[in-house]
């Protein structure tokens, strides 16, 4: 990873930009809640926009049809937290615990590969965060990415 000066809104806006078609084909309406007072830090904005990108995805996926994903920044002390929720079918109770595993995945044959979870759990810790996991079945799940607010170096 390389540091350089990131804003998390930012990224979560081109990131969403990006998937926006491939919900509104499906139905899904993206519904965005950025704080307006986040700090830029120092991050690798492409490993971040990989996360949200797997996060974001995974989540439209999980609607299928017809459903609302939801993007939530804000402030948790030295943290930025990114909240984001969809109205899908939710992770059983059992597999919850493996969703960070790789090539564990909840998706139907042919259609993940197991990986994506994983790699933005890794590229989270690297920077001295965490991804929690909360779901329901039948009710959807919340993915909370909590990323160091690492201040940049003056230049």
Not at 1 to 7: G, K, L, T
């Amino acid at each position: 990873p390389r540091q350089e000066d990131v804003d998390v809104n930012e990224t979560l806006k081109q990131t969403i930009s990006l998937l926006e078609n491939y919900a509104r084909i499906n139905n899904i309406d993206i519904q965005v809640n950025l704080a307006s007072d986040l700090p830029i830090i120092a991050g690798d904005q492409a490993q971040l926009q990989q996360v949200f990108l797997n996060l974001i995805s995974n989540a439209i996926d999980a609607i299928e049809k017809e459903g609302v994903v939801q993007v939530v920044t804000n402030r948790a002390a030295s943290f930025i937290e990114v909240g984001i929720s969809d109205n899908g079918r939710g992770i059983a109770e059992d597999k919850q615990k493996k969703v960070f595993d790789p090539f564990f995945t909840t998706k139907e044959a042919g259609k993940g590969t197991g990986l994506g979870l994983w790699v933005s759990y890794n590229i989270i810790t690297k920077m001295g965060g965490a991804i929690r996991l909360n779901s329901q079945e039948g009710k959807g799940s919340t993915f909370t990415v909590s990323i160091p607010m690492i201040v940049p170096d003056k230049k």
